[in-house]
């Protein structure tokens, strides 16, 4: 394997590059949309591309399930080769563009993508782009999605930028002005181990930093987080980007400064490096009013062409210009996707009718307003798939003419009308209770898609600027389902988004007989619903997120701290609907012989079905004595593992240091404790998790001397 390109010896060649550029042409380079040197024979570059579950908004390429669905794979070595694919890809795509001197937005080699913030509450529209609301599990699915980006090579594949930097979890409606007040303890205990792990365990190559400000300091002028955290404490050795307009935020909406000019003083004092926004050439009037130097400015542009240099575009041995265009979008990288889409769905109730008999079956009713959605397949930041299969589509593929399948809309997702709004309301309701009165089964596809929740700007149609003000299903769809459960036909639901939904009490009724979590799973989610409804692959995957039965005992959604917030300070057992960790599969484990030796563990896990299946075992920690440990177990190992049916494995894990820490009220982390409690399952410990899957964890206590 060829060594990586240092930082060092890229920010040597970097400044030579950057000394023979003028004062003016420094400070052109410090925008996203960086204009060409012609005299230096420097091209124009866009910095701003995306990447989250695809090479996105660029054209046709492999559409993965969004982020959150592959958080519930928890499988950290599948989101790896994800990422290794959308480098590909990305590499593929660059290198045509590049031929064709097309260097426009969304056609670059530094991607804006992952998104670690942490999920910590089920109303934010934006949770859809993360990795869920654990820090540790945030941060493994970070390290490993940098890592496959930026690859192992002497250049990067591609430069990878974590956001948003940082404690930014919404509200979306006012994130240009909203102030996130945190204490140092949530802090470095929460907010920032998964950025912190991609700086020091992948030496991830960029940061943007959010919109917000923290405790009254906005992120793109926060010298605390930007300098003193981020360069010295954890010594990262990229760049900084703001998110877009998040500059001039800071003086028009935060009213932290009092123009432009102050701004861009501030920010690249603070280590900004890079505006996206507007307001670059305010720093002619910060170098006047001597609110920072030229050396500062040179400094930020060789930070920016250091991360060129490393990416080899100012070389000629680079082995990734290589890439041929038909890399991508590639059928291999389609089974991929599609695989994933198998591991990602989350069966969270099952009276037994799953998986579906084909042999038994005659027909089958399709029915609600995400059955044949292709929006519902791309969550947002999205690629264009070239080829797609809805869930509808996806049934039909695999039934053929072996079933018949009714379909009908139903309903619209959020408005009275599915069609016509020259009919009356619910004008398609009667048609889905018509074709469920004359099929076998019905599968009703119901939920969310990226216009109702995600993005301030995008989701449109919310209420909330793409938030949440509950976890109900919109629109008529909560009609809609009563009417079809009325009929006394088994029902199975299939709730698509990005975050946790409730059915308001529905999950029991007795003609409810199933529900699986399919998120918004890629071109080929319809294929792999498909397959897993009827037995084809087992589902496997977990709850990266808490569902709730309702908001009413959440703290306030603008509230920061993160007491009663996520499965680790839960304070009511009977809030949760559905744990983190959990998911049903179409089998039933054993686990046992649970061996515990020092800081390693080994345990055995038998499956006890006819089914060959997937399987999550988890580990989860508990400081039994300090004062400052987190309320409730935490999750700090974890491994998916495949088992054939009525065989037996061992699984071995050794836990980190860190699975033994506290962080104190100072945002200081050490052990404080000399006795531990440690539980393995296949979900958390937690009362819930035990009712729904009938079974305890293994548990066993440790000690270390003081």
Do not use: C
């Not at 024979?41 to 993965?64: C, D, K, M």
């Not at 997702?413 to 709004?421: D, K, R, T, V």
């Not at 009413?552 to 680790?568: A, G, H, I, Q, V």
């Not at 009220?665 to 009712?691: A, L």
């Amino acid at each position: 394997m060829t060594e990586q390109m240092t930082h060092s010896e890229a920010r040597q060649k970097a400044a030579g590059i950057v000394s023979k550029m003028t004062l003016n042409e420094k400070i052109s380079q410090i925008s996203y949309q960086a204009p060409a040197i012609e005299r230096l024979q420097i091209p124009e570059y866009n910095y701003w591309n995306e990447a989250l579950h695809g090479v996105a908004r660029a054209g046709v390429a492999t559409l993965f399930p969004q982020t959150i669905g592959l958080a519930a794979t928890f499988d950290d070595r599948l989101v790896n080769d994800i990422a290794q694919v959308i480098a590909t890809e990305g590499r593929a795509k660059y290198n045509e563009f590049v031929k064709h001197n097309d260097r426009d937005i969304y056609k670059g080699l530094t991607f804006w993508s992952p998104n670690v913030n942490i999920f910590r509450d089920p109303r934010w529209g934006r949770g859809q782009e993360t990795y869920g609301e654990d820090p540790f599990l945030t941060s493994r699915f970070g390290v490993a999605f940098v890592k496959g980006l930026q690859g192992q090579s002497k250049y990067l594949k591609l430069a990878a930028t974590v956001k948003h930097f940082a404690v930014h979890s919404g509200p979306e409606a006012s994130r240009h002005e909203f102030n996130a007040e945190v204490t140092e303890k949530d802090l470095f205990e929460t907010y920032l181990p998964a950025f912190e792990a991609t700086v020091k365990d992948a030496d991830v190559e960029g940061i943007m930093t959010a919109y917000n400000a923290v405790n009254g300091i906005p992120m793109s002028v926060n010298e605390r987080f930007l300098r003193d955290i981020l360069r010295h404490q954890w010594q990262f050795e990229g760049h900084v980007v703001s998110d877009y307009a998040a500059p001039e935020d800071v003086h028009e909406n935060h009213h932290f400064t009092q123009n432009a000019v102050e701004t861009m003083g501030q920010a690249i004092h603070a280590g900004l490096d890079l505006v996206a926004g507007h307001i670059e050439q305010s720093l002619h009037g910060a170098l006047t009013q001597k609110l920072i130097t030229e050396d500062e400015i040179t400094q930020a542009v060789i930070d920016l062409y250091a991360t060129r240099v490393r990416l080899g575009m100012f070389a000629k041995d680079v082995d990734f210009d290589k890439i041929p265009f038909d890399e991508n979008d590639s059928p291999e990288h389609n089974h991929l996707s599609y695989e994933a889409a198998t591991k990602s769905l989350v069966l969270l109730k099952n009276n037994g009718l799953l998986p579906l008999n084909k042999d038994k079956l005659k027909s089958l009713a399709v029915l609600g307003p995400n059955a044949d959605s292709l929006r519902v397949l791309l969550g947002n930041y999205f690629g264009t798939p070239s080829k797609h299969y809805t869930i509808l589509g996806g049934l039909q593929e695999r039934v053929g003419d072996d079933l018949r399948i009714y379909y009908g809309i139903g309903s619209g997702l959020f408005q009275p009308h599915a069609e016509s709004w020259l009919a009356k309301e619910d004008e398609r309701e009667s048609e889905a209770i018509i074709a469920t009165e004359h099929a076998d089964v019905t599968i009703i596809v119901l939920g969310l898609d990226s216009t109702i929740e995600g993005e301030q700007g995008d989701a449109g149609n919310s209420q909330g600027a793409g938030d949440k003000e509950n976890l109900s299903l919109p629109g008529r769809q909560r009609q809609l389902l009563e009417k079809v459960l009325a009929v006394g036909k088994p029902v199975i639901v299939l709730l698509a988004s990005g975050s946790a939904l409730s059915l308001d009490g529905l999950e029991d009724h007795p003609n409810l007989a199933a529900i699986l979590q399919i998120w918004y799973p890629g071109s080929r989610g319809g294929l792999a619903v498909a397959d897993v409804l009827f037995g084809q692959v087992s589902p496997s995957g977990k709850l990266p997120v808490t569902f709730y039965r309702n908001v009413d005992n959440l703290p306030p959604f603008e509230d920061y701290s993160m007491k009663n917030r996520t499965y680790r300070f839960n304070e009511n057992n009977a809030d949760v609907l559905y744990p983190f960790g959990f998911g049903l599969t179409y089998s039933e484990v054993r686990l046992d012989n649970l061996i515990v030796e020092k800081q390693k563990l080994s345990v055995d896990i038998t499956n006890m079905g006819d089914f060959d299946i997937d399987e999550v075992v988890q580990v989860y920690v508990k400081d039994e004595q300090s004062k400052y440990a987190v309320p409730n177990p935490q999750l700090k190992a974890f491994r998916r593992i495949s088992l054939k049916s009525n065989s037996k494995q061992s699984v071995s894990f050794e836990l980190e240091d860190d699975a033994f820490k506290i962080v104190d009220n100072d945002g200081k982390r050490y052990r404080d404790s000399s006795e531990f409690t440690i539980f393995v399952g296949v979900s958390q410990p937690d009362d819930r998790s035990m009712t729904l899957l009938n079974q305890k964890p293994l548990s066993t206590t440790m000690t270390f001397e003081v």
